[in-house]
């Protein structure tokens, strides 16, 4: 996936940049140790205490030892706790090679207790299995680290004596090493954003329920998710979700991959009266969100903005409005994806087909047969020149039919005087419900391993 290799690209280029301002920042400190004020510092400590100064980096490295074990149990600072492991061994090899440094254990232990201790003060152990985040560790470290820095440029140029010429060059090295390594420390590695798009009806709620389902199913790791979610939940357990008159967002985040995981988000907004005929318009919209006094053009702008931003989109064909193709939003669909191209956005884009049960009597084999399924499917709806269109390019691998297994019952409005037949008005689908209120899916298992491999 293309986001994927930015952030790689992004990130290696911030490491270089680091390591680089490092060695000019090692250089720096052995000088700091070299001037008369530090030795004059340090004749001082070593007349309270002989082994001050052994003290003092024993310490440091325990601290940054204890960091850095938060940082290799936070799933998303793995790369940094790597970074970390060379850098500490760099930095000890170093310390053995130019110093005679006492190795206390003690002290280490302690700087160890002391760098666990304030970088998971904010989490807490308790929470280290349910979350295991702990940025405040990263930031300590760069904190520590640009002190530090700060410091010995200070000691560096406040010695009696100070040959001023290199000042500027060194006050540079510190600042912009502070402002990198503390990038790279915080950095976070960023999953696509994906958002779900569909005309009204046709079932954008119940996909985004079913991945949603499909994700705690599978993943161990626990997942973000919005309150209207958990609502939309509790009731598919009862039957179908009803619409509501106010604005909804549904949205859960699911990581992806093991070593260095990313969040992906999922999401799909639910504006009552924004139709998909609306978005494509104002893609290129540029005003400032706040100041648009008609609401109704700020929502459409704000889900415009959403469909720029995303990294997927999904569109939704429903197959109840099989063949009426023209009623699926298919032309939309188009218009946005060319708009999006003319504002420079080639957004990665999948098909799903919503409610494909209806199609299940004509493919009774659908079980276990899910690619026959889905090629059944597909040929129906290629039939369409806007949904080849559609699927140029990767097709087949980007189209998905997904379906809540569902029963027929008789409509509420049920007609005795009116003759039953296959597609009777009079009857309705509800999806099919074990005793504990579960539904069953098709589909969406296969969707979200493309998904969750992509990348
Ligand atoms: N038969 C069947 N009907 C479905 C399925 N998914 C959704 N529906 C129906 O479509 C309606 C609208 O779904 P919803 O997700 O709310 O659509 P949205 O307005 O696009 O968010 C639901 O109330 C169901 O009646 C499905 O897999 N099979
Ligand atoms: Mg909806």
Same mark, same amino acid.
């Given at each position: 996936?293309?986001?994927?290799?930015?952030?790689?690209?992004?990130?290696?280029?911030? #490491?270089?940049?680091?390591? =680089?301002?490092?060695?000019?920042?090692?250089?720096?400190?052995?000088?700091?140790?070299?001037?008369?004020?530090?030795?004059?510092?340090s004749?001082?400590?070593r007349?309270?205490?002989?082994?001050?100064?052994?003290?003092?980096?024993?310490?440091?490295?325990?601290?940054?030892? =204890?960091?850095?074990v938060?940082?290799f149990?936070?799933?998303?600072?793995?790369?940094?706790?790597?970074?970390?492991?060379?850098?500490?061994?760099?930095?000890?090899?170093?310390?053995?090679?130019?110093?005679?440094?006492?190795?206390?254990l003690?002290?280490?232990?302690?700087?160890?207790?002391?760098g666990?201790?304030? =970088?998971?003060?904010?989490?807490?152990?308790?929470?280290?299995?349910?979350?295991g985040?702990?940025?405040?560790?990263?930031?300590?470290?760069?904190?520590?680290?640009?002190?530090?820095?700060?410091?010995?440029? %200070?000691?560096?140029?406040?010695?009696?004596g100070?040959?001023?010429?290199?000042?500027?060059?060194?006050?540079?090295?510190?600042?912009?090493?502070?402002? #990198?390594?503390?990038?790279?420390?915080?950095?976070?590695?960023?999953?696509?954003?994906?958002?779900?798009?569909?005309?009204?009806?046709? =079932?954008?709620?119940?996909?985004l329920?079913?991945?949603?389902?499909? %994700?705690?199913?599978?993943?161990?790791?626990?997942?973000?998710?919005?309150?209207?979610?958990?609502?939309?939940?509790?009731?598919?357990?009862?039957?179908?979700?009803?619409r509501?008159?106010?604005?909804?967002?549904?949205?859960?985040?699911?990581?992806?991959?093991?070593?260095?995981?990313?969040?992906?988000?999922?999401s799909?907004?639910?504006?009552?009266?924004?139709?998909?005929?609306?978005?494509? +318009?104002?893609?290129?919209?540029? $005003?400032?969100?706040?100041?648009?006094?008609?609401?109704?053009?700020r929502?459409?702008?704000?889900?415009?903005? +959403?469909v720029?931003?995303?990294?997927?989109?999904i569109?939704?064909?429903?197959?109840?409005?099989?063949?009426?193709?023209? /009623?699926?939003?298919?032309?939309?669909?188009?218009?946005?994806?060319t708009?999006?191209?003319?504002?420079?956005?080639?957004? /990665?884009?999948?098909?799903?087909?919503?409610?494909?049960?209806?199609?299940? /009597?004509?493919?009774?084999?659908?079980?276990?047969?899910?690619?026959?399924?889905?090629?059944?499917?597909e040929?129906?709806?290629?039939?369409?020149? #806007?949904?080849?269109?559609?699927?140029?390019?990767?097709?087949?691998?980007?189209?998905?039919?997904?379906f809540?297994?569902?029963?027929?019952?008789?409509?509420?409005?049920?007609?005795?005087l009116?003759?039953?037949?296959?597609?009777? $008005?009079?009857?309705?689908?509800?999806?099919?419900?074990?005793?504990?209120?579960?539904?069953?899916?098709?589909?969406?298992d296969?969707?979200?391993?493309?998904?969750? +491999?992509?990348?």
């Open positions: 996936m293309k986001k994927l290799h930015e952030e790689y690209a992004k990130f290696s280029v911030l #490491f270089i940049i680091v390591a =680089g301002l490092t060695y000019y920042l090692m250089d720096m400190i052995a000088r700091s140790w070299n001037t008369e004020l530090m030795k004059g510092i004749s001082a400590i007349l309270i205490d002989p082994s001050g100064i052994s003290l003092f980096i024993t310490f440091m490295i325990g601290f940054y030892l =204890g960091s850095l938060l940082l149990l936070d799933r998303k600072k793995r790369i940094q706790a790597i970074i970390l492991s060379v850098g500490i061994v760099v930095l000890i090899v170093y310390m053995i090679r130019n110093f005679t440094v006492g190795w206390n003690v002290y280490v232990a302690l700087g160890t207790l002391i666990l201790y304030l =970088g998971s003060k904010d989490v807490g152990w308790r929470n280290i299995n349910t979350k985040e702990f940025r405040r560790a990263a930031s300590n470290v760069s904190k520590f680290s640009v002190i530090y820095s700060v410091a010995s440029l %200070v000691t560096i140029y406040s010695s009696p100070a040959d001023n010429s290199g000042f500027i060059r060194d006050s540079l090295v510190v600042l912009t090493f502070s402002f #990198f390594f503390s990038l790279l420390m915080d950095y976070e590695l960023k999953g696509p954003k994906i958002v779900i798009l569909g005309p009204e009806k046709s =079932g954008k709620t119940l996909f329920a079913g991945c949603y389902k499909r %994700v705690v199913d599978v993943t161990e790791i626990p997942t973000d998710r919005s309150n209207d979610l958990i609502d939309l939940m509790t009731e598919l357990y009862k039957g179908w979700p009803t509501t008159k106010d604005i909804k967002e549904y949205r859960f985040t699911y990581e992806v991959g093991k070593l260095f995981p990313r969040e992906t988000v999922l799909t907004s639910d504006y009552p009266g924004i139709y998909l005929k609306d978005i494509a +318009q104002y893609i290129g919209n540029k $005003e400032n969100i706040d100041k648009i006094e008609d609401l109704a053009k929502s459409r702008v704000k889900v415009a903005r +959403q720029a931003g995303a990294d997927i989109l569109f939704i064909i429903d197959t109840e409005r099989y063949p009426r193709f023209e /009623e699926m939003g298919i032309d939309h669909y188009l218009k946005i994806v708009e999006l191209r003319g504002n420079g956005k080639n957004i /990665e884009h999948y098909v799903v087909v919503t409610k494909s049960d209806l199609f299940k /009597e004509e493919y009774p084999n659908y079980e276990g047969d899910y690619e026959g399924f889905k090629k059944f499917i040929d129906k709806f290629v039939e369409n020149i #806007f949904v080849r269109e559609l699927l140029i390019g990767e097709s087949g691998r980007k189209f998905y039919p997904v809540y297994y569902t029963k027929r019952t008789e409509n509420p409005k049920y007609n005795p009116i003759p039953i037949t296959k597609d009777n $008005e009079q009857y309705t689908s509800v999806p099919i419900h074990d005793n504990y209120g579960n539904v069953y899916v098709y589909g969406f296969k969707f979200m391993n493309q998904l969750m +491999q992509n990348e």
